[in-house]
Protein backbone atom coordinates (compact mmCIF):
# COMPACT_ATOMS: atom_id res chain seq x y z
CA UNK A 1 0.00 0.00 0.00
CA UNK A 2 1.50 3.61 -0.50
CA UNK A 3 2.62 5.62 2.12
CA UNK A 4 0.57 8.18 1.56
CA UNK A 5 -2.71 6.34 1.64
CA UNK A 6 -1.59 4.46 4.59
CA UNK A 7 -1.29 7.66 6.49
CA UNK A 8 -4.64 9.18 5.38
CA UNK A 9 -6.46 5.76 6.76
CA UNK A 10 -4.53 5.44 9.72
CA UNK A 11 -3.80 9.05 10.67
CA UNK A 12 -5.75 11.34 8.94
CA UNK A 13 -9.25 9.97 9.12
CA UNK A 14 -9.65 10.01 12.84
CA UNK A 15 -7.97 13.18 13.67
CA UNK A 16 -10.74 14.74 11.02
CA UNK A 17 -13.56 12.58 12.44
CA UNK A 18 -12.69 14.14 15.96
CA UNK A 19 -12.32 17.12 14.06
CA UNK A 20 -15.95 17.57 12.37
CA UNK A 21 -17.69 15.25 14.64
CA UNK A 22 -18.21 12.43 12.27
CA UNK A 23 -19.56 9.39 13.50
CA UNK A 24 -19.32 7.23 10.25
CA UNK A 25 -15.82 6.88 8.55
CA UNK A 26 -17.59 6.91 5.44
CA UNK A 27 -18.65 10.35 5.57
CA UNK A 28 -14.81 11.59 5.91
CA UNK A 29 -13.41 13.48 3.05
CA UNK A 30 -11.35 12.02 0.95
CA UNK A 31 -9.67 12.55 -2.44
CA UNK A 32 -11.62 11.24 -5.28
CA UNK A 33 -9.03 12.43 -8.31
CA UNK A 34 -6.41 14.38 -9.43
CA UNK A 35 -6.73 16.16 -12.67
CA UNK A 36 -3.69 17.35 -14.36
CA UNK A 37 -3.76 19.57 -17.92
CA UNK A 38 -1.28 20.91 -20.09
CA UNK A 39 -2.87 23.89 -22.45
CA UNK A 40 -0.81 24.24 -25.44
CA UNK A 41 -1.48 27.11 -27.37
CA UNK A 42 1.67 26.70 -29.56
CA UNK A 43 -0.02 23.29 -30.31
CA UNK A 44 -1.69 25.23 -33.87
CA UNK A 45 2.18 26.23 -34.96
CA UNK A 46 3.77 23.72 -34.19
CA UNK A 47 2.16 20.31 -34.28
CA UNK A 48 5.30 18.32 -32.90
CA UNK A 49 5.01 20.44 -29.08
CA UNK A 50 1.48 17.96 -28.76
CA UNK A 51 3.37 15.12 -29.29
CA UNK A 52 6.15 16.43 -25.97
CA UNK A 53 3.34 17.35 -24.22
CA UNK A 54 1.74 13.82 -23.95
CA UNK A 55 5.18 12.33 -23.69
CA UNK A 56 5.65 14.57 -20.93
CA UNK A 57 2.21 14.11 -18.95
CA UNK A 58 2.57 10.11 -20.06
CA UNK A 59 5.98 10.31 -17.96
CA UNK A 60 5.08 11.79 -14.75
CA UNK A 61 1.10 10.84 -14.75
CA UNK A 62 2.08 7.04 -15.12
CA UNK A 63 -0.89 6.69 -17.58
CA UNK A 64 -1.51 7.99 -21.06
CA UNK A 65 -3.01 11.74 -21.56
CA UNK A 66 -6.41 12.49 -23.58
CA UNK A 67 -5.86 15.00 -26.56
CA UNK A 68 -8.32 17.93 -26.13
CA UNK A 69 -9.85 19.88 -28.56
CA UNK A 70 -11.44 23.16 -29.16
CA UNK A 71 -15.04 23.36 -28.84
CA UNK A 72 -15.25 26.30 -30.73
CA UNK A 73 -13.53 28.63 -33.26
CA UNK A 74 -12.11 32.10 -32.03
CA UNK A 75 -11.21 34.13 -34.57
CA UNK A 76 -9.03 36.00 -32.56
CA UNK A 77 -6.92 33.39 -31.38
CA UNK A 78 -6.83 32.03 -35.00
CA UNK A 79 -8.54 28.72 -33.35
CA UNK A 80 -10.62 26.52 -35.41
CA UNK A 81 -13.41 24.16 -33.85
CA UNK A 82 -11.90 20.56 -33.20
CA UNK A 83 -7.92 21.69 -33.25
CA UNK A 84 -6.03 20.04 -30.58
CA UNK A 85 -4.91 22.43 -27.78
CA UNK A 86 -3.99 20.82 -24.75
CA UNK A 87 -3.51 17.09 -22.93
CA UNK A 88 -5.27 16.17 -19.69
CA UNK A 89 -5.02 13.12 -17.45
CA UNK A 90 -7.42 11.78 -14.55
CA UNK A 91 -5.58 9.91 -11.71
CA UNK A 92 -7.68 7.65 -9.46
CA UNK A 93 -7.01 5.19 -6.68
CA UNK A 94 -3.13 3.66 -6.51
CA UNK A 95 -1.77 5.60 -9.04
CA UNK A 96 -3.38 8.87 -7.99
CA UNK A 97 -1.86 8.63 -4.24
CA UNK A 98 1.72 7.56 -5.93
CA UNK A 99 1.09 11.01 -7.72
CA UNK A 100 0.27 12.47 -4.64
CA UNK A 101 3.55 11.63 -2.54
CA UNK A 102 5.54 12.52 -5.39
CA UNK A 103 4.41 16.13 -5.75
CA UNK A 104 4.14 16.51 -2.38
CA UNK A 105 7.38 15.06 -0.96
CA UNK A 106 9.65 15.36 -4.20
CA UNK A 107 8.48 17.80 -6.50
CA UNK A 108 7.21 21.02 -4.84
CA UNK A 109 10.27 21.33 -2.42
CA UNK A 110 12.58 21.21 -5.42
CA UNK A 111 10.43 24.48 -7.12
CA UNK A 112 13.43 27.23 -6.94
CA UNK A 113 12.95 29.99 -3.94
CA UNK A 114 9.71 27.69 -2.72
CA UNK A 115 7.68 28.64 0.50
CA UNK A 116 5.30 26.80 0.66
CA UNK A 117 1.55 26.61 -1.92
CA UNK A 118 -1.16 29.12 -1.69
CA UNK A 119 -3.97 28.16 0.97
CA UNK A 120 -6.55 29.99 -1.00
CA UNK A 121 -6.17 28.06 -4.13
CA UNK A 122 -9.56 26.29 -3.55
CA UNK A 123 -12.72 26.80 -5.02
CA UNK A 124 -15.70 26.75 -3.27
CA UNK A 125 -16.62 23.60 -3.30
CA UNK A 126 -13.58 21.84 -1.30
CA UNK A 127 -10.91 21.26 -4.38
CA UNK A 128 -7.76 22.43 -4.75
CA UNK A 129 -5.70 24.01 -7.89
CA UNK A 130 -2.31 24.12 -7.80
CA UNK A 131 -0.46 25.65 -11.10
CA UNK A 132 3.16 25.04 -11.86
CA UNK A 133 5.49 26.61 -13.89
CA UNK A 134 7.77 23.78 -15.59
CA UNK A 135 7.60 20.40 -15.68
CA UNK A 136 11.07 19.71 -14.76
CA UNK A 137 10.47 19.46 -10.86
CA UNK A 138 9.63 16.00 -11.35
CA UNK A 139 12.28 13.63 -11.12
CA UNK A 140 10.86 11.08 -13.95
CA UNK A 141 11.76 14.48 -16.66
CA UNK A 142 15.23 13.78 -17.83
CA UNK A 143 16.28 17.47 -18.79
CA UNK A 144 18.62 16.75 -21.64
CA UNK A 145 15.19 15.72 -23.86
CA UNK A 146 12.80 18.85 -22.92
CA UNK A 147 12.69 20.69 -26.10
CA UNK A 148 10.56 23.41 -24.08
CA UNK A 149 9.24 24.25 -20.16
CA UNK A 150 5.72 23.98 -20.11
CA UNK A 151 3.66 24.54 -17.17
CA UNK A 152 0.56 22.77 -16.02
CA UNK A 153 -2.55 23.08 -14.04
CA UNK A 154 -2.94 20.23 -10.79
CA UNK A 155 -6.34 19.99 -9.33
CA UNK A 156 -6.95 17.96 -6.35
CA UNK A 157 -10.81 17.07 -6.34
CA UNK A 158 -12.16 15.88 -2.82
CA UNK A 159 -15.92 14.64 -1.20
CA UNK A 160 -14.92 17.61 1.16
CA UNK A 161 -17.87 20.05 1.57
CA UNK A 162 -16.64 22.91 2.42
CA UNK A 163 -12.71 24.49 1.53
CA UNK A 164 -11.96 24.57 5.32
CA UNK A 165 -12.28 20.93 5.76
CA UNK A 166 -10.15 19.90 2.32
CA UNK A 167 -7.82 22.53 3.54
CA UNK A 168 -7.18 20.40 6.99
CA UNK A 169 -7.31 17.26 4.91
CA UNK A 170 -4.91 18.33 2.70
CA UNK A 171 -2.24 20.01 5.56
CA UNK A 172 -2.86 16.81 7.99
CA UNK A 173 -1.56 14.47 4.73
CA UNK A 174 1.79 16.79 4.42
CA UNK A 175 0.52 19.60 2.00
CA UNK A 176 2.84 21.79 2.49
CA UNK A 177 0.70 25.25 2.50
CA UNK A 178 2.22 28.66 2.91
CA UNK A 179 2.56 30.08 6.28
CA UNK A 180 1.62 33.75 6.02
Request: hydrophobic share 45%.
Given at each position: ?82 R ?16 L ?29 L ?12 F ?18 S ?8 G ?9
Amino acid sequence: MNYLKEKYLNEVVPVLQKEMGIENVLSVPRISKVAINIGLGEAMDNPKAMDAAVADLTTIAGQRPVVTKARNSIAAFKLREGRAIGAMVTLRSDRMWAFLDRLMNIALPRVRDFRGISPDAFDGRGNYTLGLREQLIFPEIEFDKIDKIRGMEITIVTTAESDDQARLMLGLLGMPFRKD
